[in-house]
């Protein structure tokens, strides 16, 4: 399908009587969304995307009378904008983006330019870890209480998408630093920091404080009737909320601490304590295990009691949510050794919950594209737990360095069908076959889902 060629009179014809003009860099999912959102409130919108745009976002454009280029960046179009949405996969450091900030045009991101057309809660949830399950956990409560809510951000249609076609009364919105990064007035009524640890340290100077300050971005316009709920286990938090001051108010959960509202453990129960009531349930019982699925758990629990969710239907959700996909998901066993694709670990935190949780021998499949990480912390489950590793990457120069005299066995591998493969020849009855990269996957795989899927088709394969 070929681009649609722009003529300027016919443009500036139809450009006449609108309001602000509105340009968009990337022509994907937000993108795409967002220029809808923008046709329907009369903006004059073009979509710039220096990569070829997808067929199916093309079919949307040209249905929808919007103009776009690709294959580059137009700049005497751009730099005529009053506003610029850009994707969040463009880092803000990219020339273009640089001279846009030089010339006082405004880069927002969707969450930013679609908020301002919805008065729905909003329920945002970031972190470095933990994101997508519990907003997926949240919605599933929600959904149960037969609320009118749906997901949006990093998960599902974009949110501007969802406004411009159904305006929910509640949205839980999955979000990244980078989406944070482009808000000016975003402020989610109820606002959950899941954990921080050292993750896309390339994307800010390889300067963790500036890493930590964008996720805090999610409170940084809350007010006295909004709330932060947050790991309050977690020391970058912790030392953040010292330093610096939010306007919401406070709500901790933790695994090891009674805190006075918020969420604790004691006697093996979960206790969600706020205002209105206590709310208590046996660990034992939810769906999803691991320390950090408790976590999980504490915050989903937290917001809905904030929404004033009844505690039957609370503990029914929290006793029947499945697992998300791609994160410790169980594929199968087979000849005794469990295989586990755990794909969306994709910095060194996340693959520390994994391990951590491995109750037998394991063969860790790790490697992909590095993000500045720093292994080290994982050096003591790696020598209790792995007998074997298996690298799946590129560049495995960092791993080979950190693991090379810790495990027996390690093997360099060029793709998911052979790493599976060189892990079941490892194997023996009772051992876990787990892949948990710790590292993005772009070196080898469309992104963390295809690493995922590849995976467990080659699982089927054996």
Not at 53 to 78: C, M, Q, R, W
Not at 105 to 111: A, K, M, N, W, Y
């Amino acid at each position: 399908m070929k681009s649609k060629d722009i003529n300027i009179e016919d443009e500036n014809s139809f450009l006449e009587g609108l309001r602000e003009r509105l340009v968009i860099l990337g022509g994907g999912e937000s993108g795409v969304g967002t220029a809808i959102l923008a046709k329907i409130n009369k903006y004059k919108v073009f979509v710039s995307d220096k990569g070829a745009i997808a067929d199916n976002y093309k079919e949307v454009l040209l249905h929808n009378d919007i103009l776009f280029e690709e294959g580059k960046h137009t700049e005497s179009k751009i730099f005529d904008a009053d506003v610029v949405m850009k994707s969040p996969g463009i880092p803000d450091k990219v020339a273009l983006v640089q001279e846009l900030v030089k010339k006082g045009i405004p880069v927002i991101s969707e969450i930013e330019f679609a908020s301002k057309f919805t008065d729905a809660t909003i329920v945002g949830v970031t972190g470095s870890n933990g994101k997508t399950t519990t907003t997926m956990m949240i919605n599933h409560i929600l959904k149960k209480a037969e609320l009118n809510v749906s997901m949006a951000g990093n998960i599902g249609d974009s949110f501007a998408l969802q406004i411009a076609n159904k305006n929910y009364d509640t949205y839980v919105l999955e979000l990244s630093s980078f989406q944070l990064d482009g808000i000016v007035d975003f402020a989610p009524h109820i606002a959950i920091i899941t954990n921080i640890s050292p993750d896309h340290l390339d994307r800010y100077d390889y300067n963790y404080e500036n890493y930590i300050n964008s996720k805090f971005r999610i409170t940084i316009n809350q007010t006295a009737n909004d709330y932060l709920i947050y790991d309050a286990d977690d020391q970058a938090i912790e030392n953040w909320l010292r330093d610096n001051k939010t306007e919401a108010q406070l709500l901790p959960f933790s695994l090891n601490r009674i805190v006075e509202k918020g969420a604790y453990i004691k006697d093996e129960k979960l206790i969600i304590q706020t205002d209105t009531n206590i709310f208590t349930m046996s660990i034992a019982a939810l769906a999803l295990r691991g320390k950090h699925n408790t976590k999980n758990a504490m915050a989903s629990a937290l917001v809905a009691k904030l929404l004033t969710v009844r505690n039957e239907t609370l503990r029914e959700s929290l006793e029947d949510f499945e697992s998300v996909e791609h994160r410790l998901e169980s594929v199968f066993k087979i000849n005794g050794v469990q295989y586990i694709n755990d794909s969306k670990a994709t910095n060194v935190n996340a693959t520390y919950y994994a391990l951590e949780s491995m109750k037998t021998p394991t063969i860790w499949i790790v490697g992909g594209t590095d993000k500045g990480n720093d292994y080290t912390e994982l050096l003591p489950l790696v020598r209790e737990k792995v007998k074997a590793i298996v690298c799946l990457g590129l560049d495995n120069s960092k791993i080979k360095e950190t693991f090379g005299n810790v495990v027996d066995f390690m093997i360099e591998t060029a793709g998911a069908e052979e790493a599976v493969k060189v892990a079941y020849k490892l194997s023996e009855k009772g051992d876990t076959v787990l892949l948990s990269p710790a590292c993005a996957s772009f070196d080898l795989f469309e992104n963390y889902e295809d690493r995922g899927r590849q995976f467990k088709d080659a699982v089927k394969l054996l």
